[in-house]
């Protein structure tokens, strides 16, 4: 009903850029806000940036001035632009959407498939 597909991942060197997609469709009511987290291998999966439809932004203090989030609400679609990347940074990206399918219903976390960003020489 709801399908959240990333784009953009792939191998970078350090120093370098990536900007990560995410666009949601289907049934959707709204959008309360979208987010990117990321798994590494062996580790949890952590916040990386969120942003609401107002445009609110919030940032992990790991990406803080390297990493931007934006938003194209009229097409339901999420943007990370990536700097400065390092070696840390590899893992599977995952886009996330906080949304109502309908009103009235309550709100609902959904996710996409993922993106793998490495960052290697």
């Known amino acids: 009903q709801v399908q959240l597909v990333e784009s953009g991942g792939g191998l970078v060197q350090p120093g370098g850029s990536l900007r990560l997609s995410c666009a949601a469709s289907?049934?959707?009511?709204?959008?309360?806000?979208m987010g990117w987290y990321r798994q590494a291998p062996g580790k949890q999966r952590e916040l990386v940036a969120t942003?609401?439809?107002?445009?609110?932004?919030n940032y992990a203090g790991s990406v803080k001035g390297r990493f931007t989030i934006s938003r194209d609400n009229a097409k339901n679609t999420v943007y990370l632009q990536m700097n400065s990347l390092k070696p840390e940074d590899t893992a599977v990206y995952y886009c996330?959407?906080?949304?109502?399918?309908?009103?009235?219903?309550?709100?609902?976390?959904?996710w996409g498939q993922g993106t793998q960003v490495t960052v290697s020489s």
């Open positions: 942003i609401t439809t107002s445009g609110s932004t």
């Open positions: 289907g049934n959707i009511f709204s959008i309360n806000a």
């Open positions: 996330n959407a906080l949304l109502r399918r309908r009103r009235n219903e309550p709100l609902y976390d959904y």
